[in-house]
Structure formats: structure tokens, C-alpha cells
């Protein structure tokens, strides 16, 4: 069963709802739609799937906006949305969620009422960086500001699992970025998880550096929230920023122009590539539950991977799988 | 005066010394070539410049390679051009230094023999940022992958006093690359240097998310070396790479590809407007005497800009007005 925010994203309610039926039908998977009641009711009847028995409705009476800072706002909203929604999977009344909230929001409300899988320190959250042959994934990708070595060894795994089991990757690659290859560069944050890393049999390239993020050579990326939401939001923008480099160059040179127009098509298949709605969003791994945040103008489109990957992670059973890594390697917090 | 390390570079001296004869005609400046004194002068005489006035020639017997350890290649080769060059500032005989070199060895041979100015904490690397409307300042580009609130306090200053005295920029506005605009969002570093900033007065923008850094209305951007390392090197690879995927997704589409064709002169002129040559490198602000770091491919166009920028800081007397600025607001480190 996953649980499905429809009201916290940026598009209107309709667009998840349709998104995460269709995952429903094709995955055949029950889900539970969290937001207005009649709403969410006047819009299966519009969709005509008022008698589709693998949905259920929970009424919640609010929605937290995008702009409202994630703690008051979670504090002060206990009926809204994704505060519903996240107290279903503590209920056990679901396993899996998407949202396309407030990214912040979901945070918060999944660590209240969710919580972390026991010995895990934080919950990473993933982000998929396109590459030429592919996709790497990028944990930490901005949950967590302010690092330990240990998060980032967890990290390592969380993102190993995930692309054995949601990627099919046999033996996927780590890397953890830093501003050298040697294992001497790096920040204490990363010298110190290196040393923690090199001696585990698993498929550690040791470190990365900005430039290979890209190269689909190494399948996680390892790093702080910090670097990874920066990293994240400059790879965005450069990639479009060199588009509007390029036809500030051209000017009025009409035979560029005319070359701009003729390529535009793959510019155009280019930018829905890095778009991220196949993915749904950013995976939050390390919770008692399997969360998804999608990106605050989350479509049908990414409601329906969202779905699709929460419901993966559940399928796949990746926290049991998770916890045995973890185990394996000693690298779960010791409770006194 | 101003030396210049001829040897360290991957490309022949003969091109460095190109650059620097062409920057020390044309700014009449004085230059101290360094490296081995036969080769020199053999270049000069090819060169037809063995008679000019305004250059000496410093021997040194070593070379420090790209590859090597900084550290352990500076205390190996004392005599070194990088460690000779910077000696010369030590002993007064040189203000301004440009290297093509190794940067670790550069920035270690800096710290060595020529020092920090009394009261700041750690030297900060300038590097360029290519926006629409022209080029903003990173600082730290990699100096220090370690910071304190205090170091990038200090940077933040470095930055200002750069960008009004070389740039000629009236009221450089600062912003501290975070995590969000909002000044409660960062890390630990992050929230404590935006305290210490947030009340003096000068142009302090607060945070900026690393989509704004390209956008040109920040003329300096304040991050600690190991997130700018990593910015500088994700900019410069996902510029390239989204040509590579545009060409990649045109394929075989033939139109297209006659577009691409015909736009390419455009990238072609971006590609060199991207290029770091025309500032000669990386200043490194905060030392005794005024040090520019130049890429490993340094040529003649970025030695002859490495010996202006390095010119220009001695000339508008940078390191005074630094200290002048820090005082003013206290940020110098107390000596005991």
C-alpha cells in the first residue's frame, strides 16, 4: 500500500491523482490518496474511477505550501497532507509514499511520524545525475547540511542497495566525492569516511572529483547534503546556462540562428532527459517506510514514477536488504 | 617586480616567457625570469630580446612536476623554479609571482617562503565564474578544503577589495554559497559566517544557491575550498558534456546535424570565452607578496594576463588596502 500526497504539490491535486492511478492499474498496486476528500472524490468521478478497488481516500483538512518553513509548518499543520500521509505508514496503514511537497516538509514530517530505521544516523536522500550512457545516483542530495563520517559510510550502502535492487546493477560502483583522486585529498569529512570505507569488500572506487560525476563510470556518489544540493542546482543551471551562452554568441549571425533552429529538436529531447519526472524524485532512504519526494511541480508523469519507485522499494523489500548490508559491515549505530 | 616561473608548466618555457616579455613591454613592468638561466637566454636570443632592460634572468637547477607531492617535492627541491621565484619575494627583490605550475606546490612553496600577511588566517584562491554579462569571483577556489566562519570572512574581503581594485568594480556586492536563500538554511560553517557578516556594513547579499551563482548580479561568491573545488570542476565539465550529449542525441538526424554545423561557431567562441586565459589563473590573495596561480597548460596569452593580474595587485597596491578593510571591521586574527 502507498500513500499518495496529492495535495501538497505546485500542479493541481488531478495531475498526481492521474499519475498514481495509472501506476496503480499497471503495478497493480493499492494506494491510499491523502488530501481533501470531496475533492479527491469529484475528481475519480471526473477520471471514472470512482469503483477502482485498489484506491482509498484519507481526509485531511490541510496542505502545507511550498514557501512555509518545514518545522512550524508541521508543528502547526498535524491534518495536513503529508503529515496524514506519514502517520499512515507509522500506523502501518501503508509502507510506501510520494509527495510532491515542500521537500523540507516531507523531511520533517517523515522523521515525526516514520522515524529512522533503528542504527541508522540519517536518512540520505537520492538524487539520479544523468550521464552519457545512463544514470548515477548522487546521496546525500541535500537532506543533511552538515555530515559525520559514519552518515556517509551508511550513505554508501543506502545508495549501493538501492541500485541493486531498484536499478538491477550487479555490482555497482561508490565513489566518494572530493577534490582529488589521491586518497591524501580531500576535507577531514571525506578523509576520515575514506578510511572507513577502503577496507570493506564491497565495490569502492575510492574518491571521485567534480569532473567524473558525470562520466557514468561510478554509480553512487557519495557526499554531504551540502555539496550535493549545490552540486545538484550548478549542474542544473550550467546545463541550461550554456544553451543561453550559445545563443548570445550567435547573436544575429543568421546561419547560427538557422543551425540553432535545426538542432533545436535534440536540445529539446535533450532537456526532457535531464528532466527528473522518470524517476518521480528524490528517493529518502534509511526510514521505516519508503518515501519518495517528488519535485514541487511533480505532473502525472512523475506521480507515476513516484509511485512506481516507492512501490519498488517496498516490492524489493530494500530496508530488510539494507539493514543485512549494514549489519555485514558492522556500520549501524551501536543502542545502548 | 615581477617573477615568473618559467619551467613548471606543461608547455615549453619559451611560451610562458612569450606572454611575460609581451606584458612586461606592454604594462613596463619589471620581470625576473626563472628557471634554467641557459635555456633562458637562448630563448631570449631566439626571441631577439637579449638586450631588453627591463628583464633578469634568476637561475634555478629544479623543476617541480605536475604529478609530484607539494609537499614533498618542495622540501626535495629547494632549488626548484616555484621555490626559487618565491624566495625572491621573501627577500624583497620580487612583489609579484606568476606559476604555471603544479597549484599544490605553488600554494606550498607560497606559504613557505613568502607567508601570510599578519592576521589572516588562510590564503584564499581567486577563481573566475563566466556569467551573461561577464565574469564573478569564487573565492575559495581550493586553497583550504578545511574552513572556519573566520577564514571565510576574511575571503569575503579578499574578494571586495579584488574585485574594486582589478575589476574595477564600484560596490561589489558578496554573496555566501548556501543551501538556500533564506539565512536560516546552510550548514554549520555557512550559518556562523553569515553572523559574522550580516552586520558589517558593506555589500553583503546574504545566501545564494548554486543556481544563482552564474547569473551575474553576485560579484563574489564566498564558499570554502572544498565545495568551490567542486563547483569549479562540475561547472566546467557539464559545459562540455552538454555538447556531448546534444550530439549524442542528434545521432544520425541529418538536418540536425547540419544545424549543429552550422552553429558551431558560436560554441566554438563560447568554448574560449569559458577559457580561464584571459585572467591569467588563480590569484592567491592574502601572502606577502601578490601570487597568481596559472593552469598546468598555462600559454603565452595566460602567462601575458598572469603577469598583468599579478602587476595590477602590486600596482593598486592590494595587500594595503586589504588590511585597511579587515581592521576597519576587526577581522584580523589577533596576534599574541
Same mark, same amino acid.
Given at each position: 500500500?502507498?500513500?499518495?500526497?496529492?495535495?501538497?504539490?505546485?500542479?493541481?491535486?488531478?495531475?498526481?491523482?492521474?499519475?498514481?492511478?495509472?501506476?496503480?492499474?499497471?503495478?497493480?498496486?493499492?494506494?491510499?490518496?491523502?488530501?481533501?476528500?470531496?475533492?479527491?472524490?469529484?475528481?475519480?468521478?471526473?477520471?471514472?474511477?470512482?469503483?477502482?478497488?485498489?484506491? !482509498?481516500?484519507?481526509?485531511?483538512?490541510?496542505?502545507?505550501?511550498?514557501?512555509? !518553513?518545514?518545522?512550524?509548518?508541521?508543528?502547526?499543520?498535524?491534518?495536513?497532507?503529508?503529515?496524514?500521509?506519514?502517520? %499512515?505508514?507509522?500506523?502501518?496503514?501503508?509502507?510506501?509514499?510520494?509527495?510532491?511537497?515542500?521537500?523540507?516538509?516531507?523531511?520533517? /514530517?517523515?522523521?515525526?511520524?516514520?522515524?529512522?530505521?533503528?542504527?541508522?544516523?540519517?536518512?540520505?536522500?537520492?538524487?539520479?545525475?544523468?550521464?552519457?550512457?545512463?544514470?548515477?545516483?548522487?546521496?546525500? /542530495?541535500?537532506?543533511?547540511? $552538515?555530515?559525520?563520517?559514519?552518515?556517509?559510510?551508511?550513505?554508501?550502502?543506502?545508495?549501493?542497495?538501492?541500485?541493486?535492487?531498484?536499478?538491477?546493477?550487479?555490482?555497482?560502483?561508490?565513489?566518494?566525492?572530493?577534490?582529488?583522486?589521491?586518497?591524501?585529498?580531500?576535507?577531514?569529512?571525506?578523509?576520515?569516511?575514506?578510511?572507513?570505507?577502503?577496507?570493506?569488500?564491497?565495490?569502492?572506487?575510492?574518491?571521485?572529483?567534480?569532473? $567524473?560525476?558525470?562520466?557514468? $563510470?561510478?554509480?553512487?556518489?557519495?557526499?554531504?547534503?551540502?555539496?550535493?544540493?549545490?552540486?545538484?542546482?550548478?549542474?542544473?543551471?550550467?546545463?541550461?546556462?550554456?544553451?543561453?551562452?550559445?545563443?548570445?554568441?550567435?547573436?544575429?549571425?543568421?546561419?547560427?540562428?538557422?543551425?540553432?533552429?535545426?538542432?533545436?529538436?535534440?536540445?529539446?529531447? %535533450?532537456?526532457?532527459?535531464?528532466?527528473?519526472?522518470?524517476?518521480?524524485?528524490?528517493?529518502?532512504?534509511?526510514?521505516?517506510?519508503?518515501?519518495?519526494?517528488?519535485?514541487?511541480?511533480?505532473? $502525472?508523469?512523475?506521480?507515476?514514477?513516484?509511485?512506481?519507485?516507492?512501490?519498488?522499494?517496498?516490492?524489493?523489500?530494500?530496508?530488510?536488504?539494507?539493514?543485512?548490508?549494514?549489519?555485514?559491515?558492522?556500520?549501524? !549505530?551501536?543502542?545502548?
Amino acid at each position: 500500500m502507498i500513500a499518495v500526497d496529492v495535495m501538497s504539490g505546485e500542479r493541481p491535486p488531478e495531475q498526481i491523482i492521474k499519475g498514481a492511478l495509472r501506476a496503480s492499474e499497471e503495478f497493480k498496486v493499492n494506494i491510499i490518496l491523502v488530501g481533501d476528500e470531496k475533492l479527491i472524490e469529484s475528481i475519480l468521478k471526473k477520471l471514472k474511477h470512482t469503483s477502482y478497488k485498489r484506491v !482509498k481516500i484519507e481526509h485531511s483538512s490541510e496542505k502545507i505550501d511550498m514557501h512555509e !518553513k518545514p518545522t512550524v509548518a508541521c508543528k502547526d499543520k498535524p491534518d495536513s497532507s503529508i503529515m496524514v500521509a506519514t502517520r %499512515l505508514i507509522r500506523e502501518g496503514k501503508a509502507r510506501g509514499l510520494f509527495s510532491p511537497g515542500n521537500t523540507g516538509a516531507t523531511l520533517v /514530517a517523515s522523521l515525526m511520524n516514520i522515524g529512522r530505521i533503528e542504527g541508522i544516523y540519517r536518512p540520505g536522500m537520492v538524487t539520479f545525475v544523468p550521464t552519457l550512457n545512463g544514470a548515477s545516483l548522487l546521496i546525500d /542530495a541535500g537532506a543533511n547540511p $552538515d555530515c559525520k563520517p559514519e552518515y556517509l559510510a551508511q550513505f554508501a550502502f543506502m545508495g549501493e542497495v538501492f541500485a541493486q535492487k531498484i536499478q538491477k546493477k550487479k555490482k555497482p560502483s561508490v565513489g566518494l566525492l572530493s577534490i582529488g583522486q589521491e586518497k591524501s585529498k580531500g576535507n577531514e569529512l571525506t578523509l576520515k569516511t575514506y578510511d572507513i570505507l577502503k577496507d570493506l569488500d564491497f565495490n569502492f572506487v575510492g574518491n571521485i572529483e567534480g569532473y $567524473d560525476i558525470y562520466n557514468g $563510470d561510478v554509480d553512487i556518489i557519495v557526499c554531504d547534503g551540502f555539496v550535493g544540493n549545490i552540486v545538484v542546482k550548478v549542474t542544473e543551471r550550467v546545463f541550461k546556462l550554456t544553451f543561453e551562452f550559445v545563443w548570445q554568441e550567435i547573436g544575429y549571425h543568421l546561419f547560427q540562428r538557422l543551425g540553432f533552429a535545426l538542432a533545436y529538436p535534440a536540445v529539446k529531447k %535533450l532537456t526532457s532527459k535531464m528532466d527528473p519526472r522518470e524517476y518521480g524524485g528524490a528517493p529518502l532512504l534509511g526510514l521505516k517506510g519508503n518515501v519518495v519526494i517528488g519535485h514541487g511541480t511533480s505532473d $502525472d508523469v512523475a506521480a507515476y514514477h513516484g509511485v512506481r519507485i516507492a512501490n519498488l522499494l517496498v516490492e524489493n523489500r530494500f530496508n530488510e536488504v539494507l539493514i543485512k548490508r549494514l549489519d555485514n559491515f558492522g556500520l549501524r !549505530k551501536m543502542v545502548a
